[in-house]
Structure formats: C-alpha cells, structure tokens
C-alpha cells in the first residue's frame, strides 16, 4: 500500500512539472525578441583615458566599414576600413581590418538603432557597458 501511493505521488509530481514547464516554454517563446542588426551609420563618443573618443561607424550593405576614430587632443580622425560580419546566433558584429593585422573589434547588438562597441587587441582588454554604446543615425 505504501508503494502504490509513493508511485501516484511520483506520478502526479511528474505529470505537473513536464506540464509546467511546458506551459514555461510557450509564455517564454512567445516573450522572446532578438534583436537583428541594421546597417547604416552609427555615432557616439566612448571612454579614452579621462576623455571621450569619437568614434563613426559606416556598416555598408556590401558587408564593408568605414570607421573613423578621433582621440582626445587630435583633430585629424584615424581611418579604417575592411569587411563586417553578423552573426545571428550570438547577436555579434566581429571586424576584419583591411590595414590593422592585431586588432579585434566586435560589437552586440542591444536593439535596432545601438550598438555596443568592444575593443580589444593585443594590449587590450574587451570593453563593455552603456558608455560604449553606439546610435544609428
């Protein structure tokens, strides 16, 4: 007797956990949104130091860059061009310079008009947060 109601309680227990987290699943796909990554121009100013680099981004639909980068104390921008990437599963745009071997930019996509630029290369560390972010225009 006290196995039969150890199996219905074990029953019971599984039957509304699997359909608990079905029902989990159906609420959390239908909230689920990704973002997708918008060519165009992007702007914004990020942390240099104690200053603020501008930086100007030109994702072109043939899946070429243009990035112009002023530092603090510079009035003459550096250039860079090359080809972008995006990469759906991981919500990622990654660049390949065209001029600059050792240097890895990538930027996640936080919604259609920003995105968030990491830097990093081999003397640097990635960035992150909102200061970073960039504003399509």
Not at 88 to 98: G, W
Not at 101 to 130: L, P, Y
Request: proline share 3%; hydrophobic share 30%; with cysteine.
């Amino acid at each position: 007797m006290k196995n039969l109601f150890l199996a219905a309680a074990c029953a019971s227990f599984i039957g509304f956990t699997s359909c608990s987290t079905m029902k989990n699943q159906k609420e959390n796909t239908s909230v689920i949104k990704t973002s997708t990554f918008v060519p165009g121009v992007y702007k914004g100013n990020i942390p240099s130091g104690n200053s603020k680099q501008n930086v100007e981004i030109t994702f072109k639909d043939d899946n070429t860059f243009a990035l112009s980068e002023t530092f603090p104390g510079s009035t003459t921008p550096m250039s860079s061009t090359g080809t972008w990437k995006y990469y759906k599963d991981t919500n990622k745009v990654i660049l390949k310079y065209s001029n600059i071997a050792d240097r890895v930019t990538t930027f996640s996509i936080v919604n259609d008009k920003t995105i968030q630029m990491h830097s990093g290369g081999a003397w640097t560390k990635e960035t992150a947060g909102t200061e970073y972010n960039l504003v399509r225009q």
